[in-house]
């Protein structure tokens, strides 16, 4: 499972990375603690550019009525995401990208949750599957995501068994849709110590905690 996330890279950085075509509405950075319902900038592929918008972490599938008409979407399993009727038509035609600097991880320990921060191994961002979907509500059209996972490598395995699905520069055209079929095979998990992980301050199981000291390696 990815529950939170970190993210400092700023949008104009993003859409030159990309280049894609930013929106004006994109969430504030740094945000140490993204949490689900919030808006994250996500690059997806529309009208055949890419395009970097925010969208609501949470997918909501077309049949619900209100947001909170089912369970919260966050992520979507690689394994059955083709099967499952929720996801199936957004893993075949609107995928997306979600950067991050990394994600947050919890591992129980008695009746105590330790969080860890998980990010790359070589330091840079994480470039996570995506999929996406136009809810709209009276009128209204809100975009929503939800990350993909997958088994989780080694040492993360360690704590949780699930992390979102990495995709590679060279793959990002495949996984948006730009390169023909082929994503499928790119759902597979990150490699033994593609991540690493360290232990964080108990502060982050606050979803109001805010701060650069969240992402802070924490010795007890």
Known sequence: MCGRIAMTLPPDAMAQLFAAQPANNLPTVP?????????????????????????????????????????????????????????????????????MDGFYEWERSGDKK????????????????????????????????????????????????????IIKQAHWGKWLGEDGHGAAKLMMPPEDGALRMHRVSTEVNSNRATGPQLVEPFEE
């Not at 089912?70 to 690689?78: D, H, K, V």
């Not at 790359?120 to 996972?149: H, M, N, R, Y």
């Open 31 to 99: 945000n140490f603690n993204v949490c689900p319902t919030t808006q994250v900038s996500v690059v997806s592929l529309m009208g055949g550019a890419r395009r970097l918008s925010a969208m609501r972490w949470g997918f909501l599938p077309r049949w619900y009525k209100a947001l909170n008409d089912g369970p919260l979407l966050i992520n979507a399993r690689a394994e059955t995401i083709a099967e499952k009727p929720a996801f199936r038509e957004a893993c075949r035609a609107r995928r997306c990208l979600v950067p």
């Open 114 to 165: 330790l969080p860890y921060f998980v990010r790359s191994s070589d330091g840079k961002p994480l470039f996570c599957a995506g999929i996406w979907q136009d809810w709209e509500d009276a009128g209204e059209v809100l975009s929503t995501f939800a990350i993909v996972t997958t088994n989780a490598p080694s040492p993360l395995s360690d704590i949780h068994h699930r992390c979102p699905v």
